[in-house]
């Protein structure tokens, strides 16, 4: 079924939507919940939540990419529920090790609440990605925001894992140049 036409059931607050939802993009967003929180329970939860969320959400918004939208909805669902288990124990788990490779690039206590202007960062991460070859662009973003493990990107590609991580490690390297000349220190 086409995204527009899932869009449409939302609209027309038809609970087929729900199920079409997760006939066409369960598989994927069980997968992002599931790199995140690695806890099945979790995971189920989690999309769960994440339908509920676009319920909530359609109308009155009307997603110009439905398969993104459901994405960043999943993943910041799976992202707090994951911080909320995670308080007590700081330091441990494959979240906290991907987002602190990300730390050089972006310095400090960095709260997206405090960002002031995000057009002006999505362009430059837009512009960033678009600079990046698509087996690099590929690596980035299945690590920061599939947060794949550097073995699974590796099978993904057909690589080696040392060549995944030098990957990582350039990207990295020219999004703080990126974000240094647009003037974002964050």
Not at 42 to 62: F, G, H, K, M, Q
């Amino acid at each position: 079924m086409e995204d527009e036409t899932i869009i449409e059931l939302y609209w027309n607050r038809s609970e087929e939507a729900i199920r079409r939802t997760g006939e066409k993009y369960g598989g994927l967003c069980r997968t992002i919940a599931r790199n995140i929180l690695r806890n099945e329970e979790d995971t189920e939860e989690c999309v769960s939540d994440a339908y509920l969320s676009v319920w909530n959400a359609i109308p009155p918004a009307r997603p110009n990419d439905f398969k993104a939208f459901l994405g960043r909805i999943v993943r910041n669902g799976a992202l707090e529920r994951y911080r909320h288990s995670h308080r007590q124990k700081r330091g441990g788990g494959a979240v906290t090790l991907v987002l602190s490779e990300l730390e050089e690039c972006v310095a400090g206590d960095f709260r997206t609440d405090d960002v002031i202007d995000r057009e002006h960062i999505r362009a430059l991460l837009n512009s960033f990605l678009e600079k990046l070859s698509v087996t690099s662009r590929i690596i980035f973003v299945r690590r920061y925001w599939f947060a794949d493990s550097i073995e699974d990107i590796a099978a993904l590609c057909g690589i080696s894992r040392s060549r995944v991580k030098s990957s990582l490690y350039r990207s990295r390297q020219k999004l703080k140049k990126i974000l240094e000349e647009g003037d974002v220190y964050v």
